[in-house]
């Protein structure tokens, strides 16, 4: 059985082919909206690095400044006398 060529096959689909070659052009312009979402999204995703290497540098250093200043209150004073 040999596939006919219908209208859909060849008129609909040449304005979509020619649409998709040319996408920079159609792509070209960012709204207002669009752009400050997209700034927003990439400043959050900037944040957030920050924040996980913040948090991933900072916990540990707390333990070990928590386990010191216990050891120190642990010490007995000594006298001078």
Do not use: C
Not at 25 to 41: K, N
């Amino acid at each position: 059985m040999i596939l006919q060529a219908t209208a859909f096959h060849s008129g609909a689909m040449l304005p979509l082919l020619q649409d998709s070659l040319r996408l920079g052009e159609l792509l070209g312009y960012i709204g207002p909206g669009a752009g400050l979402s997209a700034v927003g999204a990439f400043l959050a995703v900037i944040a957030a690095v920050f924040v996980a290497l913040f948090g991933f540098v900072w916990y540990p250093v707390k333990r070990l400044l928590r386990k010191r200043r216990k050891a120190d209150e642990a010490r007995p004073v000594q006298s001078t006398e």
